[in-house]
């Protein structure tokens, strides 16, 4: 089991431009999580994907959106890209089971905004 | 909302010796799950330990348990023989069960000398 996979690993982009970064789940997993972790910081939660439609959504501007694909793999893009959009973007895939609720992180992908 | 607050910015640990992290979170939830997630310089998030809030029983993981204290809303970490490899930065996280976002404080950084 590959686990949670990402790419590109790192991504350097010019303000205005935009990105797309990808993921794709644990084998068994349904649902993927987007996370942006500014340098220092904790992640803060963008949105989760659940059948191919968003669950719940933190507290992220429009410019910030998503799809999820049949097989489960998520893309997260992000339009007219600013400076502070520079971190470290993680995708964690989870499910519940019968005794409790896994979840389990990508390597992420490094977006520097230039 | 939802907050959860590591007051040690930075610890450091001789190799061995035993550690405590501190994490406290702010919920009118009753029923939720808790994380220690582990962050080392190759950024791949990794799961250290989960205590489910309706179990009184403090979870365990190897050298890793948790005191899970619900009254006061505290939920330390507590690394026993530490090793070299467990230098990272160990982030709490809290969610609820009437949601699906992880809510991360800011983390502590943990260091291991020889």
Redesign the interface.
């Known amino acids: 089991d590959a686990g949670v996979t990402q790419s590109p690993t790192h991504l350097i982009k010019t303000r205005g431009q935009q990105v797309t970064l990808r993921c794709s789940p644990k084998s068994g997993h349904d649902?993927v999580?987007w996370?942006q972790q500014a340098l220092g910081?904790?992640?803060?939660?963008i949105f989760?994907y659940?059948e191919e439609e968003e669950?719940?959504r933190?507290n992220f501007p429009d410019r910030f959106s998503g799809h999820q694909f049949p097989n489960y793999s998520s893309e997260l893009n992000v339009n007219a890209l600013l400076l502070g959009d520079s971190a470290?973007y993680?995708c964690?895939s989870s499910r519940w089971t019968a005794r409790?609720?896994e979840?389990?992180?990508?390597?992420?992908t490094?977006l520097t905004v230039t | 909302a939802q907050t959860?607050t590591q007051s040690q910015p930075e610890m450091s640990v001789q190799e061995a010796e035993t550690v405590t992290l501190s994490c406290t979170y702010d919920t009118s939830e009753s029923n939720y799950?808790l994380f220690w997630?582990k962050q080392p310089p190759?950024?791949?998030?990794?799961?250290v330990i989960?205590q489910?809030a309706y179990k009184q029983q403090n979870a365990t993981e190897n050298r890793f348990s948790v005191n899970f204290q619900k009254a006061a809303k505290s939920f330390s970490l507590k690394i026993s023989d530490s090793q070299l490899g467990d230098t990272a930065m160990y982030?709490c996280?809290f969610?609820p069960n009437s949601?699906?976002?992880?809510?991360?404080?800011?983390?502590t950084s943990l260091l291991v000398t020889p």
Do not use: D
């Open positions: 649902t999580s996370y910081q904790g992640p803060q939660f989760q659940y669950r719940q933190g470290l993680l964690a409790s609720y979840q389990y992180f990508g390597p992420g490094r | 959860v799950y997630y190759s950024r791949q998030m990794i799961l989960r489910e982030f996280a969610m949601g699906y976002a992880l809510n991360f404080g800011k983390g």
